[in-house]
């Protein structure tokens, strides 16, 4: 191999890697909170200006920053924070708080309620607000975090962002999803639901439902129940995003035409063919289903210029 050839070699190496080279610092930032410390990833673009934050609320059970949990990889929530601060916007994503607690301090999971998720959430927009370092700060809350964040957000973030969130109350799609999977349980459903909203746990129903139901878990979803989505986003008064895709499985359209209603200052984007986890489904349920453990399948295009468009458009 001559020198020539040599030469040229280790200029394009030296190329692709520059190429390759993060937009972006990432570091790793842990929030106190009154319940438990937050654990998350702040990405801030290598610029010399003053970028906006997008806090990114995780959706429902026990997700982490990367929208992953034990049974599914996707890191929906990992490739949005990226793509929107290779785009100059910094982000901040953080694990739910039943991942942060320590094995001496486990049992507390079962005291956390709807509230405490909202209480946590105000704290990281709090922490992020005395920092000064940022030009706006946005909340986007996916799934059930979208119900978290449209109520933390109130009175401050400069706007906010919903993720394939329901716009309907939770008694209202439980018995949704029952009567879709298991028509035979939806009037006892619906009986449960009912004492739930009234402040009452149910000690008797049918075993089938007791992964919904248990005991353990009806405090919290007492506590969730009494939020309807509509109410909270219409107490905004600040810039709204609203994005669902047409292949949601979980998050039905219906629910983010409902959130717009409701806000009618909100921007809405059905995305054709944007599944639950942001990711491009062309094909039929197995599809959309199997692309819920899929860690390298990336996330739509069109769906990270939506919001890149709309935080830098803030004023």
Request: charged content about 25%.
């Amino acid at each position: 191999m001559n020198y020539k050839i040599i030469t040229f070699l280790i200029f394009f190496i030296s190329i692709l890697t520059v190429a390759q080279e993060k937009e972006y610092t990432e570091i790793e930032l842990s929030i106190p909170t009154n319940s438990v410390t937050i654990n998350g990833t702040l990405l801030t673009p290598n610029s010399s200006e003053k970028n906006p934050l997008v806090i990114i609320i995780p959706g429902s059970g026990p997700t982490d920053r990367d929208g992953n949990n034990a049974m599914m990889k996707n890191n929906s929530l990992k490739f949005l924070a990226e793509t929107l601060s290779a785009k100059n916007i910094a982000t901040y994503r953080y694990d739910k708080s039943a991942l942060s607690y320590s094995k001496e301090a486990i049992e507390k999971i079962d005291t956390l309620t709807f509230n405490t998720f909202i209480y946590e959430a105000k704290s990281v927009i709090n922490y992020f607000k005395k920092t000064e370092k940022y030009s706006k700060i946005i909340v986007a809350g996916h799934s059930q975090g979208s119900l978290v964040g449209m109520i933390a957000s109130q009175n401050k973030a400069d706007g906010f962002i919903s993720l394939e969130g329901a716009g309907r109350s939770l008694d209202k799609i439980l018995v949704e999803q029952i009567e879709l999977q298991a028509p035979f349980l939806k009037e006892e459903t619906q009986k449960i639901v009912t004492e739930l909203k009234k402040g009452n746990t149910v000690d008797e129903f049918n075993p089938m439902l007791i992964s919904l139901f248990n005991k353990q878990i009806q405090p919290f979803l007492i506590s969730w129940i009494e939020y309807n989505p509509q109410e909270e986003i219409a107490k905004l008064a600040i810039p709204i995003l609203i994005i669902n895709g047409s292949k949601d499985i979980q998050a039905k359209v219906i629910d983010a035409e409902l959130l717009h209603k409701a806000a009618p200052n909100s921007k809405l984007f059905i995305i054709e063919n944007m599944n639950h986890i942001f990711k491009e489904i062309k094909g039929d349920l197995n599809e959309n289903m199997q692309s819920y453990n899929d860690s390298k399948l990336p996330i739509m295009q069109n769906f990270s210029d939506k919001i890149s468009t709309f935080v830098k458009d803030l004023k």
